[in-house]
Structures are given as C-alpha cells and as structure tokens.
C-alpha cells in the first residue's frame, strides 16, 4: 500500500470521489499543512491554524496508480481558485498536493506543467505542491459524510454533481458499488 495526501476543498466532497474508485482501500478525512497540532474542526475552519482539509488515501499502486489519483483530483476540483472552492472561502479549502517522496513531487509538477502547456483551465494553476509533514483525523462525524447525508442541500448541489463528473469521466476506475449514484 501506498499513501496519497491531497486537499481539494472540502473533504467531504474529496472524500466521496476518492473512496469510490478501485484500487482505493481507505480514505480518511483530516488537516495537514498547519501550525498547531492536532486541531479541531471549529479551529480549522476559523482559518487561524493554516491547516487545509485534507485527505489520506491509501491505494494499492498495482490497481490505480498515483498518477491516476492526480489526474482524478485536478478533474474533479478547481485547482485554479485560490483559497476556494465554489460558496467555500479560506486557506483551509486551498488546493495542495502534500507529496511524500520525490517521486510524487514528480509527478505532481509535470501534471500541472502539462495542464496548464495544454490550457486545460482558463485560468493558473495555484495548487500548491509541498513536502507532507503531519496529517491529523478529523472528528467521527466527517467520516462518510456524503454517504450518511445524501440528502442535506450540501451534498445535493456541491457533492452530487463531482461524484456525476467521475462517474462520467472515470467509469472503468470506480468500483462496482458505486457505479449508481444514487448509491
């Protein structure tokens, strides 16, 4: 197994694209890049802690490999606002890719050089690329949240339509119990 650490706005949206795709044996919904340890959710989402919400994934590099989870994480986010993502405003909702060896590193520049050759977005690229230092869990009650709240206007009009763009992009990479959204 192999671990991928990436921020992309709110970790539940990240999440629920993240844990449905095959290769993916565990996805865990914290904060990296901050100043303090350990920190709460209320003390993230202030915007005091310099932590982002963040993901660990853990994958099986034989069945999806890390370049596979970069391209999945620029095309279902907006990796050109900065500290934003869509009605989410602050440092915390920043895009990084938190590598863990030269290796991602790597891969994680070329894929915004060639993004960015190709004109994929509009705008620059502002994802941050930076070593992984700390990952801390985020409280129980974030864990699956778009899988135990379907229904909340949220996961309706922000979640929904990223777990549809995988869904229509990556079909063949996500597992077969996802492949229904209304799953």
Known sequence: MEVATFAGGCFWCTEAVFQRLKGVQKVTSGYSGGHISNPSYDQVV????GHAETLQI???????SFEVLVDIFFATHNPTTLNRQGND??????????YHDEKQKKIAQEKITT?????????PIV??????????????YHTNYYEN???KPYCTFVITPKVSKLLSKYAERVKEEYKDISI
Request: glycine share 4%; net charge negative.
């Open 89 to 98: 405003i602050g440092t915390q909702y920043r895009s990084v890719i938190f």
């Open 46 to 49: 202030s915007g005091r802690t």
């Open 58 to 64: 853990e994958y099986d590099p034989h069945t999806i």
């Open 127 to 140: 994802t941050e690329i930076v070593p992984f230092e700390d990952f801390y869990p985020a409280e129980k």
């Open 149 to 151: 709240n379907k229904d």
């Open 115 to 123: 993004l960015e050759l190709d004109k994929t977005f509009k705008d």
